[in-house]
């Protein structure tokens, strides 16, 4: 399977503790980009990459979360210090940036995160 | 980015052309017009997108209107997989950086 992929599929945790979510983009994708998801609501993002630097960040993205992309393939989300409001799906998505035409995104199954 | 608005809630008979409508009154000349869908437990996937033409691929057609302030995605046979929430998205010129999602429509495809 050549789409985007996301580890774990299902995240608990319990209040208080850090937790990491990866996202693989399609291979050569140089954009990535975070999006989170409640239930019932429209995706809102989070933040985006090219290649190894982030670009934009959300004000929804508080100092508690921290996103890498360090050799401009994968990528880390991290929530420091969780909170029941974190419990969302946690969608990654790729593109090829090409000028001139238009760079749809590829996404991931997500990650689910429930904080008891 | 345009802020879109779109019914809650739509039901099609399957085999039946499925019409999505969408409002996006306050689009500027150079914003598109963005669908994507998202069927139960899976990401977004992209339909179709268009500027002011009709647009048309193997998904789906797009109608925008000459004033574009609103326009429709028509599946012209729906089938059963068809089901999901459809996004229409307005804003950002081709290659836009993010999506900006609303609530989108939730289309019910009938047997």
């Known amino acids: 399977d050549t789409g985007v992929s996301q580890d774990p599929r299902h995240k608990i945790t319990k209040r208080g503790q850090n937790v990491t979510f990866r996202c693989d983009p399609i291979s050569e994708h140089n954009r990535l980009y975070w999006y989170r998801q409640t239930l019932g609501q429209g995706p809102e993002f989070l933040t985006y990459?090219?290649?190894?630097?982030?670009?934009?960040k959300s004000r929804l993205l508080s100092d508690r979360f921290s996103a890498e992309r360090p050799k401009g393939s994968f990528s880390t989300l991290e929530i420091q210090r969780t909170e029941q409001g974190d419990s969302a799906m946690y969608l990654c998505?790729?593109?090829?940036?090409?000028?001139?035409?238009?760079?749809?995104?590829?996404f991931g199954p997500g990650t689910r995160l429930t904080v008891l | 980015d345009a802020k879109t608005t779109q019914p809650t809630s739509m039901d099609c008979a399957e085999g039946r052309a499925a019409n999505l409508p969408c409002n996006h009154s306050t689009i500027s000349g150079n914003e598109y017009v963005y669908w994507y869908r998202q069927i139960h437990s899976q990401g977004p996937q992209y339909i179709i997108h268009g500027l002011k033409n009709n647009e048309t691929n193997e998904m789906a057609s797009l109608i925008i209107t000459e004033d574009r302030k609103s326009s429709t995605l028509i599946l012209p046979h729906a089938t059963l997989r068809d089901t999901a929430v459809y996004y229409c998205?307005?804003?950002?010129?081709?290659?836009?950086?993010?999506?900006?999602f609303g609530q989108g429509t939730r289309l019910t495809i009938n047997p």
């Open positions: 998205i307005g804003g950002g010129i081709q290659g836009a950086q993010k999506l900006v």
């Open positions: 990459f090219q290649n190894e630097a982030q670009l934009e």
């Open positions: 998505a790729s593109s090829l940036l090409l000028w001139g035409s238009y760079n749809e995104q590829f």
